[in-house]
């Protein structure tokens, strides 16, 4: 009786190290007017608002994933689904949220990133100029 | 004895090349960016297609280094490959720094910048202002 308790105090303190006790060691925010490059030549017209909120792909137990184009490349992408036809976002707040889990061979930073703004259609012309 | 010995300095060669596949990480940092230059919003701009270039450089025990010169060069080099352009837009712009140790050797150190985006064309016009 007495062993069966032991083991399943231990059974339940290793599922708290490997998964729970994850804690946030950062937030980060970025405000931003457009996602993708704005031609002056353009048209551009709100398609209405997106929200996204997606893990980072790479799991890293050495230190934290710094950022990279894929990573904002992903996460725009996945925002523009959203919406039929759109091709950039406007106005968006960007927040980027690094988690740190113990595990039982030391520890794993997963980074989570948030984004929310206007998904709009840019149609390329051109403009009379002198 | 002798065989002993061999057995030990095999084991020592197999451990040395484990700890030497083991020894080897990434970190990249970098951005997805609209545009790399000024766009006067009296102009016409004029994408020209894709457009890669980089950059490396290896050093042993230490950690390279570019320098300005050799990222105008780079930027320079993507230009050049779409005639008339003077300017990336929706680029991605990467630092990777790899570490490769070698045990009884040491540390290797790469710096790899990428620039990877469309090439475009700004035509600077004067508009028509009330």
């Given at each position: 009786?007495?062993?069966?308790?032991?083991?399943?105090?231990?059974?339940?303190?290793?599922?708290?190290?490997?998964?729970?006790?994850?804690?946030?060691?950062?937030?980060?925010?970025?405000?931003?007017?457009?996602?993708?490059?704005?031609?002056?030549?353009?048209?551009?017209?709100?398609?209405?608002?997106?929200?996204?909120?997606?893990?980072?792909?790479?799991?890293?137990?050495?230190?934290?994933?710094?950022?990279?184009?894929?990573?904002?490349?992903?996460?725009?992408?996945?925002?523009?689904?959203?919406?039929?036809?759109?091709?950039?976002?406007?106005?968006?707040?960007?927040?980027?949220?690094?988690?740190?889990?113990?595990?039982?061979?030391?520890?794993?930073?997963q980074t989570e990133e948030?984004?929310?703004?206007?998904?709009?259609?840019?149609?390329?012309g051109k403009q009379e100029?002198? | 004895?002798?065989?002993?010995?061999?057995?030990?300095?095999?084991?020592?060669?197999?451990?040395?090349?484990?700890?030497?596949?083991?020894?080897?990480?990434?970190?990249t940092y970098g951005h997805?960016?609209?545009?790399?230059?000024?766009?006067?919003?009296?102009?016409?701009?004029?994408?020209?297609?894709?457009?890669?270039?980089?950059?490396?450089?290896?050093?042993?025990?230490?950690?390279?280094?570019?320098?300005?010169?050799?990222?105008?060069?780079?930027?320079?080099?993507?230009?050049?490959?779409?005639?008339?352009?003077?300017?990336?837009?929706?680029?991605?712009?990467?630092?990777?720094?790899?570490?490769?140790?070698?045990?009884?050797?040491?540390?290797?150190?790469?710096?790899?910048?990428?620039?990877?985006?469309?090439?475009?064309?700004?035509?600077?016009?004067?508009?028509?202002?009330?």
């Open positions: 009786m007495r062993k069966s308790l032991v083991q399943l105090l231990m059974v339940l303190l290793i599922a708290c190290i490997v998964s729970g006790c994850a804690q946030t060691i950062g937030t980060f925010y970025r405000l931003g007017p457009q996602s993708h490059f704005v031609y002056p030549n353009s048209n551009i017209k709100d398609l209405g608002p997106v929200k996204v909120k997606m893990r980072g792909a790479d799991k890293s137990d050495r230190f934290p994933s710094f950022m990279t184009s894929e990573m904002d490349v992903s996460l725009y992408n996945e925002a523009l689904k959203q919406v039929d036809g759109a091709n950039i976002i406007l106005d968006y707040v960007r927040k980027t949220t690094i988690k740190m889990e113990p595990s039982l061979f030391g520890q794993k930073f948030e984004l929310e703004g206007t998904a709009a259609r840019m149609e390329l100029l002198k | 004895m002798t065989r002993a010995y061999l057995f030990i300095l095999l084991g020592c060669c197999g451990l040395s090349l484990w700890l030497c596949g083991g020894c080897s990480y990434t970190v997805f960016v609209p545009n790399s230059q000024f766009a006067y919003p009296n102009s016409n701009i004029k994408p020209l297609g894709p457009v890669r270039a980089e950059i490396k450089k290896k050093v042993f025990e230490g950690s390279p280094s570019l320098s300005i010169e050799e990222i105008k060069k780079c930027y320079n080099d993507a230009l050049s490959q779409a005639s008339g352009a003077n300017l990336l837009i929706n680029y991605r712009e990467d630092t990777t720094l790899t570490h490769t140790t070698v045990p009884y050797v040491g540390t290797f150190t790469e710096v790899k910048y990428v620039l990877e985006g469309e090439a475009a064309q700004q035509t600077i016009g004067q508009k028509h202002l009330k």
